[in-house]
């Protein structure tokens, strides 16, 4: 799976939309973006997946570019609840579940 | 989403006994389960993969006779710790896929050995 880099850490005032970059330049074509948070002590929560249009749920936004090198998940408004450890992950999609290799992530504090 | 749930959610042990922890997939059938560890301020280890029916596949360095794996169904795995040692004590975790693909985890199991 594609390698991914992650700035360590960010800052986000509490209302404001928070905005985590992932560089994945090396990304293959039949490799998904997958988006996790892990708030602190708990299990990694799943946010969203994408492989090259732009998606969106009920908790983030995923914008791919075009190359596909890089993404961006967006919390349009963050609250002090989404503190945590956001890891960007790529991987292939095989039709069943595969492992999954965390990086580092970025670690983002909201803020009052 | 799916649910994944894991127990206990801490433990205590001495060191020598051993331990085990339980992993279920709550809302949906789990074809593979996978174990992670998790030091202080690092990130998520990958121990093995487990498929439902079968035997383990261990990552490279992780010893197989120490952490053994059950899958015996499709919403339960279980993860043994043999002969804990104070070096053992870690943040486990646990998650489940299946037709999903998406993995989904459990909340994890603290364990400290004293």
């Known amino acids: 799976d594609a390698k991914t880099t992650q700035p360590p850490s960010m800052d986000c005032a509490e209302g404001r939309a928070a905005n985590l970059p992932c560089n994945h330049s090396t990304i293959s074509g039949n490799e998904y973006v997958y988006w996790y948070r892990q708030i602190h002590s708990q299990g990694p929560q799943y946010i969203i997946h994408g492989l090259k249009n732009n998606e969106t749920n009920e908790m983030a936004s995923l914008i791919i570019t075009e190359d596909r090198k890089s993404s961006t998940l967006i919390l349009p408004h963050a609250t002090l609840r989404d503190t945590a450890v956001y890891y960007c992950?790529?991987?292939?999609?095989?039709?069943?579940?595969?492992?999954?290799?965390f990086g580092t992530g970025t670690r983002l504090q909201v803020t009052l | 989403g799916a649910v994944v749930s894991q127990h206990p959610s801490r433990v205590i042990c001495k060191s020598g006994t051993s331990v085990k922890i339980e992993c279920r997939s709550l809302d949906f059938q789990a074809t593979t389960m996978f174990w992670y560890r998790q030091f202080p301020k690092q990130s998520l280890m990958l121990m093995a993969t487990?498929?439902?029916?079968?035997?383990?596949?261990?990552e490279q360095g992780v010893e197989k006779d120490k952490f053994l794996i059950n899958h015996a169904s499709l919403t339960l795995s279980t993860l043994t710790v043999t002969s804990a040692h104070p070096e053992d004590s870690s943040f486990y975790i646990c998650s489940a896929g299946g037709v999903l693909e998406t993995q989904y985890f459990g909340p994890g199991t603290r364990l400290l050995v004293l």
């Open positions: 487990s498929n439902e029916g079968s035997k383990a596949t261990y």
């Open positions: 992950i790529v991987r292939v999609r095989t039709g069943t579940a595969s492992k999954l290799t």
